[in-house]
Nanobody, 118 residues
Framework: QAQLVESGGGLVQPGGSARLSCAASGSIFSTYTMGWYRQAPGKQRELVAR???????NYADSVKGRFTISTDNAKNTVSLQMNNLKPEDTAVYYCNAQHIRLTYIQIWGQGAQVTVSS
């Protein structure tokens, strides 16, 4: 089974930007929908952004216009560019791969902390 390894994140000031990257151990983008989720302390994990094999995307309302998800097929990476960050964006961000047909097959990254604070 493919593995996902995340990088990026850290401490960012409000209004700042950060970029998360997720490297897949194989070429999975044609058979998996890729996404980013986040979980803040005391809250449920929520979908942030998703990109489908055809390139279409969708975003949580709370991040529309600020976050952009993209893939680099040559590098087998999916990235999340986060701009105009707000304190409420503070969370552990998880990379996710969900099989296109067998949707119960999901792969998770280890998580990356993003803290937005002055």
């Amino acid at each position: 089974q493919a593995q996902l390894v995340e990088s990026g994140g850290g401490l960012v000031q409000p209004g700042g930007s950060a970029r998360l990257s997720c490297a897949a151990s194989g070429s999975i983008f044609s058979t998996y929908t890729m996404g980013w989720y986040r979980q803040a302390p005391g809250k449920q994990r929520e979908l942030v952004a998703r990109i489908y094999s055809g390139g279409s995307t969708n975003y949580a309302d709370s991040v529309k216009g600020r976050f952009t998800i993209s893939t680099d097929n040559a590098k087998n990476t999916v990235s999340l560019q986060m701009n105009n960050l707000k304190p409420e964006d503070t969370a552990v961000y998880y990379c996710n791969a969900q099989h296109i047909r067998l949707t119960y097959i999901q792969i998770w990254g280890q998580g990356a902390q993003v803290t937005v604070s002055s």
